[in-house]
């Protein structure tokens, strides 16, 4: 009657626990919004160009193995590339966690009892062989194996090794997002040098013309027709166009040291065709549909990964509060005497046993790990949106900024030409005493500005190119 009372109490003492595990906390639930316009500026085009390789969308062969170069040796890509093996480590581990894990034990030791304990009592009265007594000192030697395993009841280990999984396939897409990243950084980069080249070359020839310039005004002045100070005018224009000479030339050795870092070597002179950067045009730009970013942006796609992980460990971190089953055996041979280690039956040890645990009276820590995976996956839930608003603006954006640099670039060159043909007019004026030297000076000026925002925009143009196909995601693939 008592044991069948101690059954009873058990089964309530589990059934107890099964239901207190099971009352789970609530929390606020958020489902990730997809939605994104239809079309970029109404274009139902859906053509994209992300979808051209790399190597295909630029036609410069120099910028070509630059970028070959940094893939091969970026440090920044190289690092993400080891994430992705402590990530592949991971999922080795999570799926070690759902087998048996089974190890053996050899072990020698000495035992000493009390004399007047159970066992110390028991000893004295027992031969360990017929005609010996037990020895106080009892030696002990035993080896085996032990193997120990969880069944999986409520999906907590696979559910595990499933966010690993993701995480993993999440750091894939991390380095495809750090790829296009340094294609379109080496290609800005390449482009800005390009300017730089040019706007080197410009003012070398306006600093030729003003020292005609400058020459004129110093015959001018021995004719008595002008002053000493055009003269001293005209010499510190040369000199702040000489100033301007040295500042180009700093920047270009920085934005090739900045193209040798992103290439992994120590600086060195960076292979180019700047008499190429003025004929090269922009191609067609087709930005397809703004559905199209979800697949082609490897950011997004992490997002969504890394959400979907964190789905998982809510999941992971709600079996928790479910009681565990585990199972535990040994097997193996122990013995007093080496002699008598091998003998069967009578040295063969083993175990079997299995139990069930769970959380009952204080279960906090559970449930702050609980409440904190609901909190990490409203976080990448809103790391998801966040990403898809980024990616869509991004790119309409660069759709506005490439139509009006092409505008902006039709009305410089206009400029251009104009003040071009105005410094012949302003020096025939200024022979003839029909214009001052102030007029030629600004003429110049005004030349030589124009000329180089006409570089700075033609740079801004092709940058707009290459962070619309970055922006679209484009060249990682």
Same mark, same amino acid.
């Given at each position: 009657?008592?044991?069948?009372?101690?059954?009873?109490?058990?089964?309530?003492?589990?059934?107890?626990?099964?239901?207190?595990?099971?009352?789970?906390?609530?929390?606020?639930?958020?489902?990730?919004?997809?939605?994104?316009?239809?079309?970029?500026?109404?274009?139902?085009?859906?053509?994209?160009?992300?979808?051209?390789?790399?190597?295909?969308?630029?036609?410069?062969?120099?910028?070509?193995?630059?970028?070959?170069?940094?893939?091969?040796?970026?440090?920044?890509?190289?690092?993400?590339?080891?994430?992705?093996?402590?990530?592949?480590?991971?999922?080795?581990?999570?799926?070690?966690?759902?087998?048996?894990?089974?190890?053996?034990?050899?072990?020698?030791?000495?035992?000493?009892?009390?004399?007047?304990?159970?066992?110390?009592?028991?000893?004295?009265?027992?031969?360990?062989?017929?005609?010996?007594?037990?020895?106080?000192?009892?030696?002990?030697?035993?080896?085996?194996?032990?193997?120990?395993?969880?069944?999986?009841?409520?999906?907590?280990?696979?559910?595990?090794?499933?966010?690993?999984?993701?995480?993993?396939?999440?750091?894939?897409?991390?380095?495809?997002?750090?790829?296009?990243?340094?294609?379109?950084?080496?290609?800005?980069?390449?482009?800005?040098?390009?300017?730089?080249?040019?706007?080197?070359?410009?003012?070398?020839?306006?600093?030729?013309?003003?020292?005609?310039?400058?020459?004129?005004?110093?015959?001018?002045?021995?004719?008595?027709?002008?002053?000493?100070?055009?003269?001293?005018?005209?010499?510190?224009?040369?000199?702040?166009?000489?100033?301007?000479?040295?500042?180009?030339?700093?920047?270009?050795?920085?934005?090739?040291?900045?193209?040798?870092?992103?290439?992994?070597? !120590?600086?060195?002179?960076?292979?180019?065709?700047?008499?190429?950067?003025?004929?090269?045009?922009?191609?067609?730009?087709?930005?397809?549909?703004?559905?199209?970013?979800?697949?082609?942006?490897?950011?997004?796609?992490?997002?969504?990964?890394?959400?979907?992980?964190?789905?998982?460990?809510?999941?992971?971190?709600?079996?928790?509060?479910?009681?565990?089953?585990?199972?535990?055996?040994?097997?193996?041979?122990?013995?007093?005497?080496?002699?008598?280690?091998?003998?069967?039956?009578?040295?063969?040890?083993?175990?079997?046993?299995?139990?069930?645990?769970?959380?009952?009276?204080?279960?906090?820590?559970?449930?702050?790990? !609980?409440?904190?995976?609901?909190?990490?996956?409203?976080?990448?839930?809103?790391?998801?949106?966040?990403?898809?608003?980024?990616?869509?603006?991004?790119?309409?954006?660069?759709?506005?900024?490439?139509?009006?640099?092409?505008?902006?670039?039709?009305?410089?060159?206009?400029?251009?030409?104009?003040?071009?043909?105005?410094?012949?007019?302003?020096?025939?004026?200024?022979?003839?005493?029909?214009?001052? !030297?102030?007029?030629?000076?600004?003429?110049?000026?005004?030349?030589?500005?124009?000329?180089?925002?006409?570089?700075?925009?033609?740079?801004?143009?092709?940058?707009?190119?290459?962070?619309?196909?970055?922006?679209?995601?484009?060249?990682?693939?």
């Amino acid at each position: 009657m008592f044991r069948k009372n101690i059954y009873k109490y058990i089964g309530l003492v589990l059934i107890g626990a099964a239901y207190s595990a099971c009352k789970v906390p609530e929390f606020a639930q958020r489902n990730e919004n997809k939605n994104v316009p239809v079309s970029f500026n109404n274009s139902q085009d859906s053509t994209n160009i992300a979808s051209i390789k790399w190597r295909s969308f630029f036609t410069d062969p120099n910028l070509i193995n630059l970028i070959d170069t940094a893939l091969k040796n970026n440090q920044e890509l190289n690092v993400t590339l080891q994430e992705i093996e402590i990530a592949k480590n991971d999922i080795r581990a999570k799926k070690g966690e759902l087998l048996p894990s089974v190890g053996y034990g050899v072990g020698a030791g000495l035992e000493k009892v009390g004399r007047y304990t159970s066992s110390g009592a028991g000893d004295a009265s027992t031969d360990i062989t017929p005609g010996k007594e037990v020895p106080e000192v009892l030696p002990d030697y035993r080896f085996g194996l032990q193997a120990n395993w969880e069944a999986d009841i409520w999906h907590k280990l696979r559910n595990s090794k499933k966010a690993a999984v993701t995480r993993y396939l999440s750091t894939v897409e991390g380095k495809n997002f750090v790829v296009t990243n340094l294609v379109a950084e080496v290609a800005n980069s390449y482009y800005e040098l390009l300017a730089l080249d040019n706007q080197f070359d410009i003012v070398k020839k306006n600093i030729a013309l003003q020292n005609n310039a400058l020459e004129l005004m110093k015959v001018q002045k021995q004719a008595m027709r002008t002053t000493e100070l055009a003269v001293r005018k005209f010499e510190a224009e040369v000199l702040s166009s000489k100033s301007l000479e040295f500042e180009i030339q700093q920047n270009i050795t920085e934005t090739e040291n900045k193209i040798n870092f992103l290439l992994g070597r !120590y600086p060195q002179p960076i292979p180019r065709d700047k008499n190429s950067f003025t004929d090269l045009l922009s191609p067609t730009i087709q930005a397809g549909l703004p559905s199209q970013l979800l697949a082609n942006r490897p950011d997004i796609k992490q997002a969504e990964l890394d959400l979907a992980a964190a789905k998982l460990d809510v999941k992971v971190a709600k079996a928790q509060f479910y009681p565990s089953l585990g199972i535990s055996a040994t097997i193996g041979y122990q013995a007093f005497n080496p002699s008598y280690l091998l003998r069967t039956p009578e040295s063969l040890a083993y175990s079997l046993a299995g139990d069930l645990a769970g959380p009952l009276i204080n279960r906090n820590a559970i449930k702050a790990e !609980y409440l904190t995976a609901n909190a990490k996956q409203l976080q990448a839930v809103f790391n998801y949106e966040k990403t898809i608003l980024n990616g869509y603006v991004e790119v309409a954006n660069q759709l506005s900024n490439i139509t009006n640099l092409q505008k902006s670039y039709d009305l410089k060159s206009k400029q251009v030409l104009a003040l071009t043909q105005s410094i012949d007019i302003s020096n025939d004026l200024f022979k003839a005493a029909r214009a001052d !030297y102030f007029e030629v000076l600004m003429t110049q000026r005004d030349a030589l500005q124009s000329k180089l925002e006409l570089i700075e925009t033609k740079k801004q143009q092709l940058n707009a190119v290459v962070n619309i196909y970055h922006a679209l995601g484009g060249g990682w693939n």
